[in-house]
Each structure stands twice: as structure tokens, then as C-alpha cells.
T-cell receptor, first 111, second 112 residues
Framework: QQPVQSPQAVILREGEDAVINCSSS?????VHWYRQKHGEAPIFLMI?????EQKGHDKISASFNEKKQQSSLYLTASQLSYSGTYFC????????????FGSGTKLNVKP | NAGVTQTPKFQVLKTGQSMTLQCAQD?????MYWYRQDPGMGLRLIYY???????DKGEVPNGYNVSRLNKREFSLRLESAAPSQTSVYFC???????????FGAGTRLSVL
């Protein structure tokens, strides 16, 4: 029931764009995105809800295709500070309280 | 604000020893979670508590027990530690359904 993320790793130059994908085999109620720096706890980036509502901040955007049970995170004009591992997390209709994280996408932004 | 506090930060155990990981939140959140993260991997849900007085199994509950002592505190117990339980353990909390999860700093556990 864990969502599947792709790609597993991305290397960018500063200013380049990246897209990270997350897909689930279960009907999704919401998708969450988190970023984790090495040795630190995950930090919230974005929540996407069924119906299109989004909660988030910063220069990062995302989309949620409910029918395809997929979400994508868009990182535009990447900065060095964007480096880290990005995780999607999902809440499913069967049980809102359970939470499943994907295996992560490691992003490395170079000067 | 302290947020989510986990203790201890580091722990080394011998196989067969027991220990309890403590987690407390001061945000009046209803739901609390315990995850483990193995090197280079994602977070896997061990147990969760949707509200005070309730606990449920996650993806990898074997070898662990939990207690939701009150609304603030959610502890994770390893009764007989095994090397396979070497991992980083994160506690998280959130207010309600479809809400931000706030994570503690993690407990780095090694079982020898």
C-alpha cells in the first residue's frame, strides 16, 4: 500500500527544474509532500486534497490527479537549498488515520 | 514552542534488552504516529493512535508495543530488541484528518 515514487534520484544544476511523481494503487483522499535533509526529520511542504484544494508554501507546486491516483511535485528554478530527499505520503479512503510514505526521491542540486 | 519531543536521541542496546522510546507533543494534537526509517529508505508506519485511548497497527508492528498514555504522550516499547530493529525512529503528530504531520528529531537506535 506504499505509494511508488519516481525517479529514485535526480541531479540538477541550480536554476533547473525537476518533477517528482507519486502513484498509488489505492484510492487516495489526500497526498502530502515532505522534504528531509540528511540526519534531520522530514519537513512539511504541501498537502493536496481531493477536489483540488492545496495547502502549501514556498516556490514549490504540486498537482493531484484523483482518477489516476497520482501526484506530481514541481520544483522550478531549483536552489541549492532544495537538495534533500522528497517523500510523498498518502491518506486513503479506506482509513484516513493510516499514513503511507513512498520510498523517496533523492534530489541533489549542484552549483 | 517545543512541538514534538523524543527521548532519547541515541541509544545502543544489546540483543534481547528492552527499552521504551518516549514521545510528547504540546500542540494538543489528536493523532500520533511512530515510524521507523532504515538507511536510504522511506518511513514505515509501526503504530498509530488516532485519538487518546486508541492505538492501531501500521505496516511493521511486529516486535513493538505502544501506549497512548494521555493526549500528549505516545510511547513505543521494544520488549526484546533484535539487530533488525536497528533504525531511526520518528514520532509524529497531527491535529486531525488531512493535516500537517509534525515530526520529532528522531531516536537513533543500534541493537548489537
Amino acid at each position: 500500500q506504499q505509494p511508488v515514487q519516481s525517479p529514485q534520484a535526480v541531479i540538477l544544476r541550480e536554476g533547473e527544474d525537476a518533477v517528482i511523481n507519486c502513484s498509488s494503487s489505492k484510492a487516495l483522499y489526500s497526498v502530502h509532500w515532505y522534504r528531509q535533509k540528511h540526519g534531520e526529520a522530514p519537513i512539511f511542504l504541501m498537502i493536496l486534497l481531493k477536489g483540488g484544494e492545496q495547502k502549501g508554501h514556498d516556490k514549490i507546486s504540486a498537482s493531484f490527479n484523483e482518477k489516476k491516483q497520482q501526484s506530481s511535485l514541481y520544483l522550478t528554478a531549483s536552489q541549492l537549498s532544495y537538495s534533500g530527499t522528497y517523500f510523498c505520503g498518502t491518506e486513503i479512503w479506506d482509513n484516513f488515520n493510516k499514513f503511507y510514505f513512498g520510498s523517496g526521491t533523492k534530489l541533489n542540486v549542484k552549483p | 514552542n517545543a512541538g514534538v519531543t523524543q527521548t532519547p536521541k541515541f541509544q545502543v542496546l544489546k540483543t534481547g534488552q528492552s527499552m521504551t522510546l518516549q514521545c510528547a507533543q504540546d500542540m494538543n494534537h489528536n493523532s500520533m504516529y511512530w515510524y521507523r526509517q532504515d538507511p536510504g529508505m522511506g518511513l514505515r508506519l509501526i503504530y498509530y493512535s488516532a485519538s487518546e485511548g486508541t492505538t492501531d497497527k501500521g505496516e511493521v508492528p511486529n516486535g513493538y508495543n505502544v501506549s497512548r498514555l494521555n493526549k500528549r504522550e505516545f510511547s513505543l516499547r521494544l520488549e526484546s530488541a533484535a539487530p533488525s530493529q536497528t533504525s531511526v525512529y520518528f514520532c509524529a503528530s497531527k491535529s486531525g484528518t488531512v493535516d500537517i504531520q509534525y515530526f520529532g528529531a528522531g531516536t537513533r537506535l543500534s541493537v548489537l
